[in-house]
Every structure is written in C-alpha cells, then in structure tokens.
T-cell receptor, first 114, second 109 residues
Framework: NAGVTQTPKFQVLKTGQSMTLQCAQD?????MYWYRQDPGMGLRLIYY???????DKGEVPNGYNVSRLNKREFSLRLESAAPSQTSVYFC?????????????FGPGTRLLVL | TQLLEQSPQFLSIQEGENLTVYCNSSSVFSSLQWYRQEPGEGPVLLVT?????EVKKLKRLTFQFGDARKDSSLHITAAQPGDTGLYLCAGARNNDMRFGAGTRLTVKP
C-alpha cells in the first residue's frame, strides 16, 4: 500500500514550457486534491475532484488544468509555465472517518520555473 | 492576509522544554485540523477537533479548539528532537478547507 505517489519529485522548466504532474492513490478514495505550498503562504488549493469524472476550481486555479483520469489518478498540467508557478506541489486524497474528512498527502513535486 | 494566522512563525527550543503554538482566525470553522510536515515530505494529520472547547491529547501533544470555534492551540510537553517540523492548522467551513502558513519548530538536543 503505497498511499499517494507523485512524479516527478523535482523539475526545472523554462518560462513557456509545459508539463504534467502525475498523482496516483491506491486507497480507493473518491476525493483528490492538488495544492501548492509557498513560503509564508501555507497550502493553497488549486483544483479538486470529488469523484471520478468531476473536477472543480480551488483558491488558485489560474494557469493550471487537471484531469481525473480514473479513480486512482489525478494529474495537474501547466500549459505555459511562469516563474510565479515555482512552488512545491502536493497531491492529496481523502476519506471520511468518523464523520470527519482525513486527507493523505503525497511527498510533493518541487518545481522551479526559470 | 491569511484566513488562519499561525504564531509564532518560527520557534527554536531545547529538548525538554514546553511550548504552545497558536492558530487564530476571525472566521468560524466547523472543524479544525493540525498537521505535522517534515522536510521533503507531505503533511501528516495529527488530530481533528470539532466541538467548541474540545481538548484532545496525543501522547505529549494537547490540542484545544476555542469555545467560539475560531481558534486553536497546540501544546507540547517536554519537547523532543523528533517533534521538529512544520506544524500546520487547517480550518474547514462550507466544504472548503483553508490552511495556515505554519509554525516551524526546531527542538535542539
């Protein structure tokens, strides 16, 4: 049981390049999330998917697109990377336990846009 | 401005000391969670508090939810180097969860 896995772990892009961040979970969770973490800003939600086939915008969706490929996989795409997108990106999945939502996070992808 | 303000931003103490970190907001939350994040890893959930005034204990960690459900505190007794990490609070309201920026704790042996 690997939990939430993310690839790649590190990436350097030039401004204008595109890339896709991959996320997969093996816990059979319905909900999945993409966050970015910046110093002094905490975790901010980019997009989420409440179930397979649905996606919704979070707090900071501009410049990103997502795909919920199946129940296990949720990818985040940067079509034209900008330096402002330099950040650490975390994927998470969640389950309700005892009436409360518990999120499980992946190890993160560190992205530098030059 | 952050919806959830955490203080202090940084804290460095000696092993064996006690400490309290805070998570404050002007908004009311249906629940509040505390996470610990170690370098190079994702956050890991420590606890969820739901009821105003609720106190939960996890070994040497004590979590309290404010009576008005706007704030929370985390108290660590006899801190150990293994407690080193970034402590994040997250508040849930209207199916939306918002995170604070965190308190970075260093416990020196």
């Amino acid at each position: 049981n690997a939990g939430v896995t993310q690839t790649p772990k590190f990436q350097v892009l030039k401004t204008g390049q595109s890339m896709t961040l991959q996320c997969a979970q093996d816990m059979n969770h319905n909900s999945m999330y993409w966050y970015r973490q910046d110093p002094g800003m905490g975790l901010r939600l980019i997009y989420y998917s409440a179930s397979e086939g649905t996606t919704d915008k979070g707090e900071v969706p501009n410049g990103y697109n997502v795909s919920r490929l199946n129940k296990r996989e949720f990818s985040l795409r940067l079509e034209s990377a900008a330096p402002s997108q330099t950040s650490v990106y975390f994927c998470a999945s969640s389950v309700f336990l005892g009436g409360q939502e518990t999120q499980y996070f992946g190890p993160g992808t560190r992205l530098l846009v030059l | 401005t952050q919806l959830l303000e955490q203080s202090p931003q940084f804290l460095s103490i000696q092993e064996g000391e006690n400490l309290t970190v805070y998570c404050n907001s002007s908004s009311v939350f249906s629940s509040l969670q505390w996470y610990r994040q170690e370098p190079g890893e994702g956050p890991v959930l420590l606890v969820t508090v739901v009821t105003g005034g609720e106190v939960k204990k996890l070994k040497r960690l004590t979590f309290q939810f404010g009576d008005a459900r706007k704030d929370s505190s985390l108290h660590i007794t006899a801190a150990q180097p293994g407690d080193t990490g970034l402590y994040l609070c997250a508040g849930a309201r209207n199916n939306d969860m918002r995170f604070g920026a965190g308190t970075r704790l260093t416990v020196k042996p």
